[in-house]
C-alpha cells in the first residue's frame, strides 16, 4: 500500500516524476507501505494550493477558525484509539503511549480553540495629541512544518494546529519513517470544516526539505529533529530570509540529591528513561547520582529495569516497544559494544534481552533497556545523544560538579533535580543552562498553556513552540498609527515626526 501526499483537501494521484520509500514495521521489521517521496512537481502543486488558500483563510472569521479547532478536538478525542494505532503501528511504540502523545497533543488543539483571544493586538488611545496607535497580528503566510520520526502526530499537531489558527496555510513535510500519522491529521482537519488548501502534507526527504527552504513563496519554516538538520536547517532558512524556529536533539539530565527519596527518583528514572524505548527528546538519558548514594541508586534502577516488559505495540502487557529502524538498532549496539571499552559499566545489557515471547518479532528492531554506570565525558554513549533505551549514570561528589556537568552540555532541552530540599531545588532553578525544568519531576513538558523549547544546540532561533510564544511565531505584529485631523490642523512640516 502507498501513503500518498494530501494536497488540496485530498490524497494526490501518484506523479510518475516522485520515488517511494519503504515504511517499516518496527515490531516485525518487515515492510508494510511505501511512500511518496515528493518530487518537484509535487512541491509546486503544494506550495500553489497553500498559496490559493491563503487569502480566503486569512479572511475567514476568528469565530470559525475557531469553531475548526473545538471541531477537530471532538474527531481527535473521539478516534483517539484510531490514531494511536496509525502511531504505534509505524513507530513501534506501545499504544498507550501513543495515547498519551495524543492527548499532549490535544492540550495545543485546545490553546488554539482560544484563538479569539491569542490573535488580540493592543491598542493605546491618545500616544500623542489627537493620536492613536495599534498593533495587529496578521499571518505570515505559507508556512513548511518539519516533522521528526518520534512525535508523529503531537508535533504535527504543535506546530500545525497553531500556524492554521493564526491564519496562515501550511505544508506539513512529516517523517518518512512514520508518514501515515500526518495524513490522519490532516484528514481529520478537513472533517472539522477546514477549508481545502490550507494543511497540505507532502511526504519526501531531505530533497523536499531543501525545495521548501529555498523557495521564495514559502515564508516561514518550523521544524523540529536532530541537532545537525536543526542547525542546517537555521542556516539556510535564514541565508533565504525566512522566519525559522529549528528544535534540535538532546541528552537529558536528571540530578538525584543525597537527601531524595530513592526510590521515587529510581522509579523517575526508569520511566523516563524507557518510556517509548527512550526515543523521546525529553527521555532522561543520564541520572547523575550526587554523593553516597550511587550505589543505592544503581542498584534500584538496575533492580526496576530488569523487570521491564519489551514487546509489540499492540501487546497490552509490553511496556517499550522496539526502536525506529534497524540503522538506529545497530548503532545502539555499537554504544553498548563500546561502553566498557571507554570507562563504563553495562549493569544491565540489552543485547542480552530474551524476545523470544514477541510474536513475529525475530526481525523486529528489538533492543532491551540498558544501564551504563560510570559514564563520564569523552565517553560516546555519553557525549551523544543516543536516542535509545539505555541510561548513563555519572557520579559526581557534589551539586556544584551535577551542575557544571550539565552547564557544560551542548545540550540543553531538558532537566530535573531530585531532592527533598527546597533551597536546593531553588538553587537548581537558578543555577542551570537549560530550557525546561523539573522539580521531582522527570519529563518537564510543559502544559500546553505555556511554550516548549531547549537552549543552545537544542533549539535554533529564540522563539519556542506551541502556546502563547508560537502565535508570535505564525503573525506579524503591524503598528497602525490613526490621526484624523480637521482641515484647519493641517500645516507642512518636515521635521521629524515627535509628539
Ligand atoms: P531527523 O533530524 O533525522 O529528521 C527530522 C526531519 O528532517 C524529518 O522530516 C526528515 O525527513 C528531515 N531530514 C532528515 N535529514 C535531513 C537533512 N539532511 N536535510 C533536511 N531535512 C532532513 O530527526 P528524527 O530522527 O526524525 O527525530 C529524532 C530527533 O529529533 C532526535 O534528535 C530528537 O532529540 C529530536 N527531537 C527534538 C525535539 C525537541 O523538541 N527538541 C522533539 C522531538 C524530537
Not at 513535510?173 to 502534507?201: H, I, T
Request: glycine share 10%; aromatic share 8%; net charge negative.
Amino acid at each position: 500500500m502507498r501513503v500518498s501526499h494530501f494536497i488540496n483537501g485530498q490524497l494526490a494521484a501518484e506523479n510518475s516524476e516522485d520515488r517511494t520509500a519503504p515504511v517499516f514495521n518496527p515490531a516485525t521489521g518487515k515492510q508494510i507501505r511505501e511512500v511518496a517521496v515528493a518530487s518537484t512537481s509535487t512541491l509546486e502543486e503544494a506550495i500553489a494550493a497553500a498559496e490559493a488558500a491563503l487569502p480566503g483563510w486569512r479572511a475567514t472569521g476568528l469565530q470559525k477558525r475557531a469553531q475548526v479547532m473545538f471541531n477537530l478536538r471532538e474527531i481527535i478525542n473521539s478516534r483517539r484509539s484510531e490514531l494511536a494505532a496509525v502511531i504505534s503501528e509505524e513507530h513501534g511504540k506501545v499504544l498507550d503511549d501513543a495515547a498519551g502523545e495524543i492527548v499532549r497533543g490535544l492540550e495545543n488543539v485546545e490553546f488554539c480553540a482560544g484563538l479569539v483571544h491569542h490573535m488580540k493586538g493592543e491598542h493605546l488611545e491618545q500616544a500623542a495629541g489627537g493620536i492613536d496607535v495599534h498593533q495587529t497580528r496578521q499571518p505570515v503566510g505559507v508556512v513548511a512544518c518539519i516533522t521528526p520520526f518520534n512525535f508523529p502526530a503531537m508535533v504535527p499537531l504543535w506546530m500545525v494546529t497553531t500556524a492554521i489558527a493564526a491564519g496562515n496555510t501550511v505544508i506539513l513535510k512529516p517523517s518518512e519513517r512514520d508518514p501515515s500519522a500526518a495524513n490522519w491529521v490532516a484528514q481529520a482537519f478537513k472533517e472539522a470544516g477546514l477549508p481545502d488548501g490550507v494543511l497540505n502534507v507532502v511526504h519526501g526527504d531531505k530533497e523536499a526539505v531543501d525545495y521548501l527552504l529555498q523557495s521564495p513563496r514559502v515564508k516561514a519554516i518550523s521544524f523540529v529533529g536532530s541537532t545537525p538538520v536543526a542547525k542546517y536547517i537555521y542556516a539556510e532558512a535564514a541565508a533565504n530570509g525566512k522566519r525559522v524556529q529549528a528544535l534540535g536533539g538532546a541528552k537529558n539530565h536528571m540530578i538525584v540529591m543525597p537527601d531524595a527519596d530513592i526510590d521515587a527518583a529510581a522509579d523517575a528514572a526508569v520511566s523516563a528513561g524507557y518510556g517509548s524505548a527512550g526515543e523521546r527528546c525529553m527521555a532522561i538519558s543520564v541520572v547523575v547520582a550526587v554523593g553516597n548514594i550511587a550505589d543505592e541508586l544503581v542498584e534500584k534502577i538496575a533492580e526496576r529495569t530488569r523487570k521491564l516488559k519489551v514487546g509489540r505495540y499492540d501487546d497490552p502487557t509490553a511496556e517499550m516497544g522496539p526502536v525506529i529502524t534497524k540503522a538506529s538498532l545497530d548503532r545502539i549496539v555499537g554504544f553498548l559494544d563500546s561502553a566498557e571499552a571507554n570507562g563504563g559499566k553495562l549493569v544491565v545489557d540489552g543485547r542480552e534481552y530474551d524476545f523470544s515471547h514477541i510474536e513475529d518479532g525475530a526481525e523486529g528492531f528489538f533492543i532491551g533497556p540498558s544501564i551504563i554506570d560510570h559514564a563520564a565525558p569523552g565517553m560516546p554513549a555519553y557525549d551523544e545523544e543516543i536516542f535509545g533505551p539505555v541510561l548513563c549514570i555519572a557520579r559526581v561528589d557534589s551539586y556544584e560538579e551535577a551542575v557544571q556537568l550539565i552547564n557544560s552540555n551542548q545540550f540543553a532541552n531538558g532537566t530535573a533535580v531530585f531532592t527533598r530540599d527546597g533551597r536546593t531545588a531553588r538553587q537548581f532553578e537558578f543555577d542551570i543552562e537549560v530550557g525546561m525544568v523539573g522539580i521531582n519531576v522527570p519529563i518537564p513538558v510543559p502544559i500546553g498553556s505555556f511554550s516548549f523549547g531547549g537552549w543552545k544546540n537544542s533549539l535554533f532561533g529564540d522563539i519556542h513552540m506551541y502556546g502563547p510564544e508560537s502565535f508570535n511565531f505564525y503573525t506579524r505584529r503591524k503598528v497602525v498609527t490613526t490621526r484624523w485631523p480637521l482641515p484647519s490642523e493641517s500645516q507642512i512640516n518636515l521635521g521629524f515626526p515627535t509628539n
